[in-house]
T-cell receptor, first 110, second 115 residues
């Protein structure tokens, strides 16, 4: 299968920006997704980017896509304690397959 | 090896013919969940289960049923499939959600086509 990699842990101070990174291997990706999983909840779709875009901004969230390097990032501005969660990136390929990263646990320190 | 398995991986069926997609995990997880994934819509939760005999609706439960008679298994049942249920389905499991929940483990996906 395809390889989608993320670092496992990230800690930031409240009010700082968080940047969660993801790399993938399949160059035929169509959509790339960011999901948030809070304790006790299922996955929540945060945002997605179509593969022909290089940036998407949605309030405090900025998604950057470097298709040449197959690198995706999620930046959360002014990180709050409520942002503490596990963040998954996922790559959808041309064949409508979906591959998840391992998840990055974001801890926001008050 | 810790894993979540789903069967079948691929299925083509016709409208109205009941089907079951199985999901099994070997990690003794309490929490299990079914999602469907559609292009541009991302992953949407269908049903979830916090433990044996405890199930609850997710965001898009219509047309689906689940059961949790044993901890390791969480089958997804489509009593009368319709073409709008053509999708890619993922099962996931995790330990009982708590303040410090672990990551979810995903199955490989089941691609369902309803003609």
């Amino acid at each position: 299968g395809e390889d989608v990699e993320q670092s496992l842990f990230l800690s930031v101070r409240e009010g700082d920006s968080s940047v969660i990174n993801c790399t993938y291997t399949d160059s035929s990706s169509t959509y790339l997704y960011w999901y948030k999983q809070e304790p006790g909840a299922g996955l929540q779709l945060l945002t997605y980017i179509f593969s022909n875009m290089d940036m998407k901004q949605d309030q405090r969230l900025t998604v950057l896509l470097n298709k040449k390097d197959k690198h995706l990032s999620l930046r959360i501005a002014d990180t709050q304690t409520g942002d503490s969660a596990i963040y998954f990136c996922a790559e959808e390929t041309g064949a409508n397959n979906l591959f998840f990263g391992t998840g990055t646990r974001l801890t926001v320190i008050p | 090896e810790a894993q979540v398995t789903q069967n079948p991986r691929y299925l083509i069926t016709v409208t109205g013919k009941k089907l079951t997609v199985t999901c099994s995990q070997n990690m003794n997880h309490e929490y299990m969940s079914w999602y469907r994934q559609d292009p541009g819509l991302g992953l949407r939760q269908i049903y979830y289960s916090m433990n044996v005999e405890v199930t609850d609706k997710g965001d898009v439960p219509e047309g689906y049923k689940v059961s949790r008679k044993e901890k390791r298994n969480f089958p997804l049942i489509l009593e009368s499939p319709s073409p709008n249920q053509t999708s890619l389905y993922f099962c996931a499991s995790s330990p009982l959600p708590s303040k410090e929940t672990d990551t979810q483990y995903f199955g490989p996906g089941t691609r369902l086509t309803v003609l």
